[in-house]
């Protein structure tokens, strides 16, 4: 980016060699006409596709067609030209004028982006251009627009095929309630193993691409899988994992989605996302019933307390917020790590919460109805944790890490009880069977491995639990649907 910028300030877009030379010589010698080609290297303002992207980053997780406070959407030009409940927010040619411009330049309360860093004086100075040059709409010629996923609705990029085979990684693993089965996760896929045997006894294919997180149904009959298209979209499908039928696909978020759970009611689905939103869906329906709007960066994990009553979310933005679920209102916030946190799970007794991330530390807070403090901390392992689960009876808290290790813990004390050491590649997925029996383990590298937890050795051999293939990921994905 340093040297992008280097660059950008040196040879503007459009200059030869002797144009830079030219204004390097008038700059010395106070030539006349290096002006005049300075002018002429900006003569083509910026259009709307070319300030859309810093509006998506910046602006989208308010403003959007899924969320538009105060009634404005700025990811589509004719809707952001129209303005929101308040009135026109661009001028065209009046930059000065147009409260986009002052809002986020500070000179109007509250400046924007909200909760946020002031946007880069570079993507001020490109936003400012364009409307001074009449806030002219996206180009007409639309050949290089993303093309659509067919029956998805979701715009895509060029697809690219691997030249040489290539395996899913394990991005997601969960046991079913009763622990006889155990779905995992990869790209566009799930897979439904038997816990005992490792055979695999079902296949769901998926269009949320890369399955981030599953959730089963309290009573087991159903099965939940979540992720999305990056920057586009979230996505929700759920099977009826008897009749292994898909029963309802439920779209949200303007990002993909990291973390789903399943309240202890059935009731209720919470999502987070990379957009920074919390949703809470009816199971039964898809609906949204609530948005949880709070915190400033992705939200990478969600769960519910035993009771059902509370719901924990942690984000990159290196907080974990409480949040009562019947009123959606934000109880508070617990702000100790250093870094971000891709973890949270809750103590069987529920009045403790533990999260960890990328500042190598687990985090226990001692949770109260109005607030919550720490109670312990302990730098855990040499890298980044990459998942943080707490055993079913309250008495250990297990970590993975890209240090290469899988950790068992004292809950009381943190203290190590023990190391599955030296794992072939990054853990990314753990959960443990209701049971405490059981510790499920799926790695970067497409490997699944089950542990007993008592002799934390593995019950079988490690599984590859998605094949190599020739193919792109799509491909791959249309024969898994038609075995």
């Not at 659509?148 to 290539?166: A, F």
């Not at 403090?373 to 890209?402: N, Y």
Request: glycine residues 10%; charged residues 20%; aromatic residues 6%.
């Amino acid at each position: 980016m340093k040297i992008r910028q280097v660059i950008h300030g040196i040879c503007a877009p459009g200059l030869t060699c002797v144009a830079v030379l030219t204004i390097a010589a008038g700059l010395a010698y106070g030539s006349l006409f290096a002006p005049r080609v300075l002018a002429a290297a900006h003569a083509s303002p910026p259009d709307y596709s070319e300030v859309a992207p810093i509006f998506a980053r910046n602006c989208g997780s308010c403003h959007s067609s899924v969320q538009h406070k105060s009634g404005l959407v700025i990811d589509n030009y004719s809707a952001l030209m129209k303005g929101g409940r308040h009135g026109a927010v661009v001028v065209a040619h009046d930059a000065k004028d147009s409260k986009l411009m002052r809002m986020l330049e500070g000179e109007l309360d509250p400046q924007m982006p909200l909760d946020a860093d002031p946007l880069a004086a570079a993507e001020l100075a490109k936003i400012r251009a364009w409307i001074e040059a009449g806030a002219p709409g996206p180009a007409s010629d639309t050949s290089a627009a993303p093309s659509i996923e067919p029956g998805t609705g979701l715009r895509t990029g060029p697809e690219i095929k691997p030249e040489v085979n290539v395996i899913s990684p394990v991005t997601s693993v969960r046991f079913s309630p009763d622990g006889t089965m155990l779905a995992v996760g990869g790209n566009k896929e799930v897979r439904l193993i038997d816990s005992v045997s490792g055979k695999v006894v079902a296949r769901f294919v998926t269009d949320a691409g890369a399955v981030r997180s599953l959730a089963f149904s309290p009573d087991g009959q159903l099965l939940a899988a979540a992720g999305g298209a990056p920057q586009i979209e979230g996505e929700i499908d759920i099977w009826n994992v008897a009749s292994r039928q898909k029963i309802r696909t439920i779209r949200g978020h303007r990002d993909c989605i990291y973390s789903i759970a399943w309240s202890p009611d059935g009731k209720l689905i919470a999502s987070g996302s990379y957009d920074r939103m919390i949703k809470l869906w009816d199971a039964g329906t898809g609906k949204e019933l609530r948005n949880l709007q709070d915190h400033i960066d992705a939200v990478f994990a969600v769960a519910f307390s035993p009771d059902g009553r509370l719901l924990a979310s942690a984000s990159q933005d290196r907080t974990v917020k409480i949040w009562d679920v019947a009123t959606g209102k934000r109880l508070y916030t617990l702000s100790d790590a250093s870094d971000g946190l891709n973890s949270v799970a809750f103590s069987r007794s529920g009045d403790r919460i533990a999260a960890g991330g990328y500042d190598k530390t687990i985090y226990v807070w001692k949770l109260g109805e109005d607030d919550g403090h720490l109670s312990q901390s302990l730098i855990a392992d040499e890298d980044s944790l990459l998942a943080l689960v707490w055993s079913p009876d309250g008495k250990a808290i297990i970590t993975s890490s890209s240090d290469g290790s899988i950790r068992f813990r004292d809950a009381a004390t943190l203290e190590a009880i023990s190391v599955i050491d030296r794992q072939p590649d990054w853990v990314e997925a753990l959960d443990i069977s209701i049971d405490g029996k059981w510790l499920a383990a799926g790695r970067y590298d497409g490997s699944l491995s089950i542990y007993d937890t008592q002799s934390r050795k593995p019950i079988r051999a490690p599984m590859m639990v998605f094949e190599s293939l020739p193919h792109s990921a799509g491909d791959q994905a249309k024969e898994a649907g038609g075995r």
